[in-house]
């Protein structure tokens, strides 16, 4: 249900832009989490239906979420990327039902930033 595209590799303090475009009705949050070689799956960024953001750390000030409700799709805008930015990036989303929540998950997508 959920498609991602932009990783790539990009230098030091270059850019990319991630998309993720979902299938099926609105997802109450969105969001990108990212997983470094060796290592866990972490919170990059997420954002509300109402367009509320949280950030990790790391990337405050230099990447930007958003989301386009009408096209159920969620951006990551990641400027001014690191090498320690490299991994691999799911996006991620989650619907609430009446029985709880429910929680997808994108296939990934690589992004590599060279020093």
């Known amino acids: 249900q959920l498609v991602e595209s932009g990783g790539g590799l990009v230098q030091t303090g270059g850019s990319l832009r991630l998309s993720c475009a979902a299938s099926?009705?609105?997802?109450?949050?969105m969001g990108w989490y990212r997983q470094a070689p060796g290592k866990q799956r972490d919170l990059v960024a997420s954002?509300?239906?109402?367009?509320?953001?949280n950030y990790a750390d790391p990337v405050k000030g230099r990447f930007t979420i958003s989301r386009d409700n009408a096209k159920n799709t969620v951006f990551l805008q990641m400027n001014s990327l690191k090498p320690e930015d490299t991994g691999v990036y799911y996006c991620?989303?989650?619907?609430?039902?009446?029985?709880?929540?429910?929680?997808?998950w994108g296939q990934g997508t690589l992004v590599t930033v060279s020093s």
């Open positions: 099926g009705s609105i997802f109450s949050l």
């Open positions: 954002v509300s239906v109402g367009g509320s953001t």
């Open positions: 991620n989303a989650v619907k609430s039902v009446i029985s709880g929540k429910l929680e997808y």
